[in-house]
DNA sequence: GCCGTTTTCGGCCCGACTGTTTTCAGTCG
């Protein structure tokens, strides 16, 4: 229920936003509400957990108005405030608002001038020519609008924002495509993809390009195969929509200002804001052509470190520009240095054959060590999950033996591991056996909707069994699929803290589990974070590089990840833990 | 409403695209 109800938190207080803005309150009043709503969607933790603490105030953009508001929503269901001025206005016009080219004037205008309330009643009223007359309006509009509502019917339905991975490949597609294009100079893609936020609205392209060949690039990308829908084309600016349903927006800039662009163009919002605002304090102007003295002389723009040098911080990883302390950290030079995919020497959960994998053992570890991994363990299912034919204790004696005579041949390390299953009682499958293995995944596959009192009960026994070394995809949680489970994940972490025991961080694309909002838990708690791929068949080994992305923006450094760790040092922190 | 080594008061980013505009307002990123 966790991304639900922060979804409808933020929701909540978007809802506001607009109220007040069609009751006349102050902009900047409108815009806190607005900047607080993007900082609890963004924000991967329990809001009500945190309101029921009294901590709401620690996310930044949240302050003690906003808190109050969502204690009140939280406990009565709904916003006094918000349901007071809600009943002055007819019912509908937030939802006209909300329709793509429409904003607060236009609604305004065809709510008092025309008598227009609802999406349905607009649309008539373009079909029949009825809004043309009024004024900044004309038959071009009437017929933007009239797509426009078709469109956002179509769209309502559908999914909005994508998993970081399905994102990444579509990108990665045009970003190549328009490389090759003659004229351009660089291209590159920024937005919440280059942050490696987990879900992706849209896909936002950079182009480095002269004027003069800005327009044939732009229409390269318009009608290139896969964009079905031409939403607008400028003089530096095109966006699309792409056959999956998602939007593409192209920003073409001269070279000399690739890095003003770059840095405008991967955000966030809110940082951009931030580090502009303090740039404003500075007398500089920064914009996504570059960095300006109060005289108008650039002193910055072809290079995104020197645009951050030039306000007087440092360039920072896009993971981090969330305006969550990566400006206040910059400032005082207390950047951390994140982890890198380079820095992983080993993989710590995976399937083969013997189980639900599509792979071999054999293949697993050949594609391990080509992809420069310096040992693997290998975690087929336990024996209770039946359906993939669980290990049983024979089998996994095979495999051991198996597993010993490959790691000779292949020259690579491989442990004999085990993805055991945490019964609903939190007992482990097999637990005789897990003493025999020499990397022990402990995960939840069955009953992930207990009550949050008796799933954290079952998760904890299993952590303080002893017999386990990490947790493997903690909450259950699927995007798009599957909420995660219920449970006190400060008591999860304690427990974790206290064992010994580390925490998976799984990097399978639409698992990414857990969320950066955890694995920061994670590192405060001082619980070690484990980045593994759950990969089902060799291709899979690849699904690293996605939680790598997680884990930065999770502020989590090398020392904060296990596998960072050789193999010898791996088993010497098995070895301590279990005395 | 939020926020803070220039502020607990007084600021709060800046530019592209569209349609209708004869100089710009509205919306969006
Ligand atoms: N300075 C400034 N930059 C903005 C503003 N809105 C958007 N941007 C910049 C930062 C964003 O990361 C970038 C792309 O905009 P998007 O709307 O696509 O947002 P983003 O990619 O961050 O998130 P998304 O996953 O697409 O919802 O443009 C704004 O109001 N001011
Ligand atoms: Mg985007
Ligand atoms: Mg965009
Ligand atoms: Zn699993």
């Known amino acids: 229920m966790r991304g639900v109800e922060n979804l409808a938190i933020a929701q909540a207080?978007?809802?506001?936003a607009d109220l007040h803005e069609l009751g006349g309150t102050l902009p900047f009043k409108v815009r806190a509400f607005r900047s607080a709503a993007r900082a609890i969607e963004g924000f991967g933790g329990n809001v009500a957990e945190l309101a029921r603490t009294e901590r709401l105030a620690e996310v930044r953009g949240v302050g003690d108005g906003v808190a109050r508001r969502i204690k009140?929503?939280?406990?009565?269901?709904?916003?006094?405030?918000?349901?007071?001025?809600?009943?002055?206005?007819?019912?509908?016009?937030?939802?006209?608002?909300?329709?793509?080219?429409?904003?607060?004037?236009?609604?305004?205008?065809?709510?008092?001038?025309?008598?227009?309330?609802?999406?349905?009643?607009?649309?008539?009223?373009?079909?029949?020519?009825?809004?043309?007359?009024?004024?900044?309006?004309?038959?071009?509009?009437?017929?933007?609008?009239?797509?426009?509502?078709?469109?956002?019917?179509?769209?309502?339905?559908?999914?909005?924002?994508?998993?970081?991975?399905?994102?990444?490949?579509?990108?990665?597609?045009?970003?190549?495509?328009?490389?090759?294009?003659p004229g351009v100079l660089a291209c590159d893609y920024a937005g919440s993809l280059r942050r490696r936020s987990e879900t992706v609205g849209d896909l936002d392209i950079l182009v480095a390009a002269s004027s003069e060949d800005a327009p044939r690039i732009m229409d390269a990308f318009a009608t290139a195969p896969g964009v079905v829908e031409l939403l607008g084309k400028g003089d530096t600016k095109t966006s699309v929509v792409l056959d999956g349903g998602m939007q593409a927006d192209l920003r073409v800039v001269p070279?000399?200002?690739?890095?003003?662009?770059?840095?405008?163009?991967?955000?966030?919002?809110?940082?951009?804001?931030?580090?502009?605002?303090?740039?404003?304090?500075?007398?500089?102007?920064?914009?996504?052509?570059g960095v300006f003295d109060d005289q108008g002389a650039k002193i910055a723009g072809e290079d995104e470190a020197a645009v951050y040098e030039a306000i007087g911080l440092t360039w920072m990883p896009p993971e981090l520009r969330e305006n969550r302390g990566e400006i206040e950290a910059s400032q005082k030079a207390a950047l951390p240095v994140?982890?890198?995919?380079?820095?992983?020497?080993?993989?710590?959960?995976?399937?083969?054959?013997?189980?639900?994998?599509?792979?071999?053992?054999?293949?697993?570890?050949?594609?391990?060590?080509?992809?420069?991994?310096?040992?693997?363990?290998?975690?087929?299912?336990?024996e209770t999950l039946t359906f993939v034919r669980g290990m049983t204790r024979e089998r996994l004696r095979e495999q051991k033996k198996k597993i010993r005579e490959t790691e000779q041949r292949q020259g690579i390390r491989l442990f004999a591991g085990i993805e055991a299953d945490i019964l609903a009682d939190g007992t482990m499958d097999l637990a005789d056996h897990l003493g025999e293995l020499e990397w022990v995944v402990g995960s939840v596959h069955q009953k992930l909707q207990m009550p949050r009192d008796e799933m954290t009960k079952r998760v904890v026994r299993a952590i303080e069994s002893g017999k386990i070394d990490c947790l493997g995809h903690p909450t259950g949680r699927q995007l798009g699929q599957r909420e995660p489970s219920e449970m006190d994940m400060e008591v999860v972490m304690a427990a974790l803290a206290k064992a010994g025991v580390a925490i998976e961080l799984n990097c399978s694309p639409l698992r990414l589990d857990v969320n950066e909002h955890l694995a920061k838990m994670a590192r405060e708690a001082g619980v070690p974070v484990v980045l593994s791929s759950d990969a089902h068949s060799v291709r899979?080994?690849?699904?690293?590089?996605?939680?790598?992305?997680?884990?930065?923006?999770?502020?989590?450094?090398?020392?904060?990840?296990?596998?960072?760790?050789?193999?010898?040092?791996l088993q010497a922190w098995r070895t301590e833990r279990r005395g």
């Open 13 to 16: 207080l978007v809802d506001l």
């Open 72 to 181: 009140e929503l939280l406990e009565t269901g709904k916003i006094a405030e918000a349901e007071a001025l809600r009943a002055k206005l007819p019912p509908g016009l937030l939802d006209l608002m909300n329709l793509p080219g429409i904003g607060l004037k236009t609604a305004q205008q065809v709510w008092q001038e025309r008598n227009i309330t609802t999406v349905d009643e607009l649309e008539k009223a373009a079909h029949e020519g009825r809004l043309r007359d009024l004024p900044r309006f004309g038959e071009k509009r009437e017929e933007k609008l009239i797509a426009a509502i078709a469109a956002w019917r179509k769209r309502a339905a559908a999914p909005k924002r994508r998993p970081l991975a399905e994102a990444m490949v579509a990108a990665e597609a045009l970003v190549a495509k328009l490389s090759v294009i």
């Open 255 to 289: 070279r000399e200002s690739w890095g003003a662009a770059l840095q405008y163009f991967t955000g966030s919002k809110d940082h951009n804001v931030a580090m502009r605002t303090l740039a404003v304090k500075k007398k500089l102007k920064v914009s996504e052509y």
């Open 338 to 382: 994140l982890v890198e995919l380079s820095d992983l020497k080993g993989d710590l959960h995976m399937h083969t054959t013997e189980t639900d994998g599509k792979s071999t053992l054999d293949d697993m570890a050949a594609a391990a060590k080509a992809a420069g991994r310096s040992y693997i363990a290998i975690t087929d299912h336990s």
């Open 540 to 569: 899979e080994l690849a699904y690293l590089r996605y939680g790598v992305g997680i884990a930065r923006r999770a502020w989590l450094g090398p020392e904060h990840v296990l596998n960072t760790r050789s193999a010898e040092q």
